[in-house]
């Protein structure tokens, strides 16, 4: 029966660890979304003057694709090399996210399967600039430890938000924004 402390204590250890990576991956709970205070339309954010040709908007989504297609690869077990991510996103975001991950796979956490990503919205902050904005399900996309799912609560759908910038190469993530600065609405 020695066991049963050690099983015992690594499952509260995955419960903790699950609960971080939860609130790692954005989102928060209801309260705290209902808790903010809804804009009156004297109060939103004026949209930019600037507009993106239809060329960037593609673009600007295959980047949110691509960069979504490698941190969930990541994230379910596949080597943590940034060499492919490093094409379309910035060495700060790349290193921020692998960074994350490794910890997580280092205490034996990986996720199975993947979110539901959603409503990829593209809008324009400036000459070349842009922000990419997502709702990410997370509730199918489980984190599991020793083949267990760990037991961390389901919130549906919860904004992403990206900030991209278009460098002589092209346009690249720079920066993963606090979901509370979504424009869209999950």
């Known amino acids: 029966m020695t066991k049963t402390p050690i099983r015992r204590s690594r499952f509260l250890a995955v419960v903790v660890a699950a609960a971080l990576l939860s609130a790692c991956s954005g989102g928060g709970d209801d309260a705290d979304d209902a808790a903010l205070p809804v804009p009156t339309p004297a109060e939103e954010t004026p949209e930019s003057e600037?507009?993106?040709?239809?060329?960037?908007?593609?673009?600007?989504?295959?980047?949110?694709?691509?960069?979504?297609?490698?941190?969930?690869?990541?994230?379910?077990?596949?080597?943590?090399?940034?060499g492919s991510l490093l094409e379309f996103a910035s060495p700060d975001l790349v290193e921020k996210r692998l960074t994350m991950v490794a910890s997580y796979h280092d205490q034996g956490f990986f996720r199975e399967g993947e979110p539901?990503?959603?409503?990829?919205?593209?809008?324009?902050?400036?000459?070349?600039?842009?922000?990419?904005?997502?709702?990410?399900?997370?509730?199918?996309?489980?984190?599991?430890?020793?083949?267990?799912?760990?037991?961390?609560?389901?919130?549906?759908?919860?904004?992403?938000?990206?900030?991209?910038?278009?460098?002589?190469?092209?346009?690249?993530?720079?920066?993963?924004?606090?979901?509370?600065?979504?424009?869209?609405?999950?």
């Open 50 to 82: 600037e507009t993106l040709s239809e060329e960037d908007v593609r673009a600007l989504e295959d980047l949110h694709d691509r960069y979504w297609a490698e941190i969930i690869a990541i994230e379910n077990g596949a080597p943590l090399d940034g």
């Open 116 to 186: 539901a990503i959603t409503d990829v919205t593209v809008l324009s902050v400036g000459e070349d600039s842009a922000r990419v904005e997502s709702c990410v399900n997370e509730d199918d996309w489980p984190i599991m430890a020793d083949g267990v799912e760990a037991p961390i609560e389901k919130r549906g759908a919860t904004p992403r938000v990206f900030l991209a910038e278009l460098n002589p190469e092209g346009w690249i993530l720079v920066d993963q924004l606090p979901q509370e600065e979504a424009v869209i609405s999950c």
